[in-house]
């Protein structure tokens, strides 16, 4: 008769051991799951910030260079293209800037600026150097707001976070 109460015992103590490990799995099921979404979420606030923070370089270094800049010319696919009053996409932008003005001698200098597709990166070339503007960037539009005023649309992608902005931007020359 004791051998029967212990074989119920040893059982109902295995049950509670099969409990006991089924409760800790699910509660290390949990907090794996919810560090990961933290950590997925940290991932995308960082992605974020990143592209607020290149967008903001970008714009600042685009309008100074374009501001002061005439002749300008927008191409996408080595086409020419008049700016109208809606987005249009671009790959290259092409204007010269006034240099070097001593004693009535002007130097003219040709710029481009244009976007690499493969690495997602603009830059401008002049004086016989490309240079990198920003990162992460995979569409220019521009269109013409009015007379000597025009905007550009920058669409900029890191890590499936996406980020648009515009850049208004009024000639001086």
Do not use: H, P, W
């Not at 051998?3 to 290390?28: N, T």
């Not at 016989?128 to 025009?150: P, R």
Request: net charge positive.
């Amino acid at each position: 008769m004791q051998s029967r109460k212990l074989s119920r015992k040893c059982g109902y103590l295995m049950i509670e051991v099969f409990v006991a490990i089924s409760i800790s799995l699910v509660v290390m099921s949990t907090v794996s799951i919810m560090l990961s979404e933290s950590m997925n979420l940290i991932k995308q606030t960082d992605s974020r910030i990143e592209l607020r923070e290149q967008f903001d370089e970008m714009a600042t270094t685009i309008k100074r260079e374009l501001r002061n800049s005439n002749n300008l010319k927008f191409y996408y696919k080595d086409r020419g293209l008049a700016l109208c009053d809606e987005f249009i996409e671009i790959d290259r932008i092409n204007f010269s800037q006034f240099e070097n003005v001593n004693q009535g001698v002007v130097e003219i200098s040709e710029r481009v600026m244009y976007i690499e597709e493969k690495k997602k990166k603009i830059f401008i070339y002049y004086n016989g150097g490309a240079y990198e503007i920003g990162n992460y960037v995979e569409k220019i539009e521009v269109k013409q707001d009015s007379e000597g005023i025009f905007s550009i649309k920058l669409k900029l992608n890191k890590n499936n976070n996406r980020f648009s902005d515009i850049i208004s931007i009024r000639m001086r020359n």
